[in-house]
């Protein structure tokens, strides 16, 4: 896994295809909190992204190992429940 400490707030989160995913709120833990505004229909609260899905840091971007589609799969809600699961 990527060092997570090199991930700064309002850097951009793509897919390994560069796909936009998110923007970074801040790290909590060992996993990436989005802002609000990248939430969708749940905009009224954040999601995250598992930090095991980095798969590096550089030029103001936090990549993926995952595809921009796949990776939204992948969001998690605060309490750690997939937010796939959640979706119609």
Known sequence: MTDLSQIREHM????????????????????????????????????FIPGGLVSGVENNQVRLSASGASAALLEEEKDGAPLADKRS
């Open 12 to 47: 951009e989160i793509i897919g390994a295809d560069g796909v936009h995913l998110g923007t970074v709120d801040r790290v909590e833990g060992d996993r990436i909190k989005m802002t609000k505004a990248d939430s969708g229909s749940h905009g009224d609260h954040h999601h």
